[in-house]
């Protein structure tokens, strides 16, 4: 039960995060400007290209995970257009989370800084200082956020797969350990008692052959055919401890 809900959550954890950023990013970004423009901080939306980017900017997070980059276009053009930052916060989070990210991405977080920085100073009319806080919070912030969460995941990975490693190798020494330790009961089997076994039946012929009592004879042979037996069935053990699992011998069987 506990396995089974800790599967689906991994399952549909993300699908479910994906779903509730992709809504939030669609309300912000439908909503940005609607305020008084003496409050507005990031610009005012223009009616005609509002929805639009804020539809697509909503599709594009769902698909972030296999390609962060249409979204992180998408969302600098939400920014130069009407000032809505939120697609492109989710776009520099998503990029620096991956494993594997491009060569130039800090020339591209740089590159969006300045845009950032550029736009809050000419467009809105604020200081410097402001525009480097809002630049700060845009792209800053997100990328940080994202390099910190892609290390942890990647360490985590890491973890686990020592951890499964690990687990293999315990098996193969358990298992080879098990192979030895047959092996050495089925070679003792064989060079001790088998030996010891053939040598009674050896003697027990002889002594059948040499005896001239009928009944003493007759016991004798009784001794021979039970031991003859006895190392039949101890061949047979010596053969199953010798084979392994997949029926493969671990050495030639005894004659």
Not at 137 to 161: D, K
């Amino acid at each position: 039960m506990g396995r089974s809900l800790v599967r689906g959550a991994r399952r549909w954890g993300p699908v479910a995060v994906d779903l509730g950023l992709a809504l939030l990013v669609l309300v912000l970004t439908a909503d940005q400007g609607s305020g008084t423009q003496d409050l507005e901080v990031f610009g005012e939306a223009p009616p005609a290209v509002q929805l639009p980017l804020a539809v697509g900017s909503a599709a594009l997070v769902l698909v972030r995970r296999a390609n962060p980059y249409p979204l992180l276009v998408i969302g600098v053009g939400a920014w130069a257009l009407m000032g809505a930052p939120w697609a492109l916060m989710v776009a520099g989070y998503t990029l620096s989370t991956r494993a594997r990210r491009p060569r130039w991405h800090g020339v591209l977080v740089g590159g969006l800084a300045l845009a950032v920085f550029a736009r809050t100073l000419v467009v809105a009319e604020t200081s410097a200082q402001l525009a480097a806080m809002v630049a700060v919070l845009v792209v800053a912030v997100p990328v940080l956020l994202g390099l910190w969460i892609g290390s942890r995941r990647a360490l985590v990975r890491q973890l686990r797969h020592e951890a499964e490693r690990l687990q293999r190798e315990q098996a193969l020494r358990a298992e080879q350990a098990t192979a030895l330790e047959r092996a050495r009961i089925a070679r003792e089997l064989h060079d001790v008692v088998a030996h010891r076994v053939g040598l009674m039946v050896l003697h027990a012929g002889a002594l059948e052959v040499s005896l001239t009592d009928p009944r003493a004879a007759e016991q004798a042979a009784l001794v021979r055919q039970t031991g003859r037996e006895a190392l039949d069935e101890l061949r047979q053990v010596v053969g199953v401890l010798r084979d392994r699992d997949d029926g493969v011998p671990l050495d030639p069987q005894p004659t």
